[in-house]
Every structure is written in C-alpha cells, then in structure tokens.
C-alpha cells in the first residue's frame, strides 16, 4: 500500500514542475517561427520582384502587395489550425494560392507561363523549407522539456548520479518503445483481445521497472523480496492509471477552453510530467525502502551501543563498590 501512497504523493509533488515544459516548449516554438517567418517573408518578396521584372508596365507597390497578402492571411479560419497546418504543407495549395496573389497584383501576368511557374515552385521549396523548421524546432522543444522536467523530477524523487540517470533513461525509453510497439502489433493481430494483451506489457513493463529501481538503488541495503513483489507491482498499477486518468482529465478541462495551440502545448506538458512520474514511481519507492531501512538500522545500532555501554557503565560500578 505504502507504493500506492507513494506514486499519488509523487504526482502532487510533480505538478510545480509543469511550467518547465511549458516554458521550454513555448520558447521553442516561439525560436522556430522567428526563424521561419521572416525567411518565408524574404522568399515571397524576392518572388514578387522576379515576377515584377517578367511583367512588363507595373511597378512594384509594396503597400498593395502586402495588403493582399494580409486581405489573404485575415480571410483564414483560423479555428481549426489543423486544416491550415494541412494546407500549408500542400504544395498543390500553395501554388494555387501564390498564383491567385500574383494574379491580383499583375492583372496581366501569364500565370501558365513556365518561366513564372518556376518562380513560384521555387518559393513554394522555401516555404515548406521553413514551415518544416518550425516543426523540427517543436520537437526539439517537446525533446528538451521532456529531459529537463524528467531530470528535476526523479532529482526530487529519486535521488541519483548523473550516469544511472541517463542509463535508465534509456532504458525506460526503450521499454516504453517496445511495449507501444508491441501493443499496436497485438491489436492489430489479436483484434478484441488487443487489450488483455496491453494490460499484461504493462504489468511486465511495471515488473521490470521495479527490478530496474531494485538494482540501481536497492541491491546489497534492502531484501529483494521487500521491492519486488506482485503486491506492489498490482499497486504501481492501479497508482499509475489512477496517474493516467487525471492527466486526460486535466487535459479534457483545459480543452473546453476551445483553445487549440493552449491546449496541445498543455497536453503535452502534462503528458510529460504525468510520464516523468509514472517512470520515477518504481525508483521512489526503492529508494524510501532503502532510506527507511538503513534508519532503521542505525536506531537499532544506537541502541545496542547504548545498551553496551550502560551494562559496561554497571560493570565499572560493581567493580568500583568491590
């Protein structure tokens, strides 16, 4: 029961650190886009002046370019981001969208012109250059916090060295890969009986989690049997689906906000503490045991010694009254 305890108590603990995420990965994507944008920018007005210089009779007035270019931007739905997300990376859509612009700007432009065309394709290669920069950035942000805020958990949780952190880290990515691969193969295979299957990985992944901890932090200070247990394997469980079921319901409360890009940088935020805890629960518990154990020890050494020394103290006395 103690494990359960624990885990809940972890959780609560875990919380203060969701800023960390949420910091790093905000500053990450706020890095991406300040890259991106302008580079984006750049490449639309050196299309513009190339097709400027095709067409003959305009000059460039960069007021109107611009205003048809925010007319554009501000005619977007922008309540669902993930149907921008789509289209921008269509090149199909693009190329559409740039020729209507250009069209607008340069009445009598030939669109179908090839000399024209490659100009836009060749903005179009810019703009999902930098669009998949600002992807790569939001990785990095969702790579980093996920570090950062494991680090500062387990330092709080679990004590540790800074190889037994990276090694279990490793170990625990590698695990947490191969039981969601092997839960998509089991559902796929096993159809209905997918999740009895993804039930049992866990248990075996919670088991060997548990047998992690216990050499790490409680081999030679602790009984082996006292860590790992089918007991507290049941109760690390239970704790860790308990840990589950509130990071959906926090994500659930935020959603009805209707803020999509809150929304997803605090899903993910929450999915990266809850995750950090749900790895760190086992290496606490461990490390509780081994803590309470060698307290116990030294209390029952204290006493023995001053037993020792009170009966010696007795001896001396009775030597003494002789």
């Known amino acids: 029961m103690k494990i359960f305890k624990r ?5 609560l603990k875990g919380l203060k650190y969701i800023f960390t995420p949420i910091g790093i990965l905000s500053l990450s994507i706020i890095i991406g886009f300040s890259i991106a944008i302008p580079n984006i920018i750049n490449s639309v007005m050196s299309m513009v002046n190339q097709v400027s210089v095709i067409v003959q009779g305009y000059q460039v007035d960069w007021d109107t370019v611009s205003g048809n270019f925010y ?10 981001p993930e149907v921008l997300i789509q289209n921008f990376t269509n090149s199909d859509y693009l190329f559409e969208t740039l020729k209507t612009i250009l069209g607008q700007i340069f009445p009598t432009m030939e669109a179908d012109a090839l000399v024209i065309k490659e100009i836009i394709q060749q903005t179009i290669t810019d703009i999902l250059f930098n669009i998949m920069l600002i992807f790569v ?33 490793l170990i625990d990515s590698v695990l947490t890969i191969l039981v969601f691969y092997l839960a998509v193969e089991a559902f796929s295979a096993f159809k ?37 247990s089918f007991k507290n394997i049941v109760f690390l469980l239970i704790a860790n689906a308990l840990l589950v079921a509130a990071g959906i319901g926090f994500i659930l409360l935020i959603n009805l906000l209707g803020w999509i890009v809150i929304t997803v940088i605090m899903a993910i935020s929450i999915f990266e503490v809850d995750h950090s805890v749900i790895m760190a629960n086992a290496q606490s518990y461990v490390v509780y045991l081994a803590g309470d154990d060698l307290a116990n020890t030294v209390v029952k050494q204290r006493k023995k010694e001053a037993k020792a020394a009170k009966k010696a103290e007795k001896a001396q006395k009775k030597a003494e009254a002789q």
């Open 7 to 11: 885990s809940i108590i972890n959780f």
């Open 71 to 80: 007319a554009y931007l501000m005619s977007l739905d922008y309540s669902q």
């Open 192 to 228: 209905s009986l997918g999740f009895l299957f993804l039930v049992l990985l866990i248990i075996a992944h919670l088991a060997l989690t548990l047998l992690e901890s216990y050499l790490f932090y409680g081999k030679g200070r602790i009984p082996f049997k006292k860590a790992f």
């Open 137 to 169: 950035w939001f990785v990095i942000g969702i790579v980093a916090g996920y570090i950062v805020v494991r680090l500062e958990i387990k330092g709080e949780l679990a004590h540790h060295s800074v190889w037994k952190f990276i090694l279990s880290l």
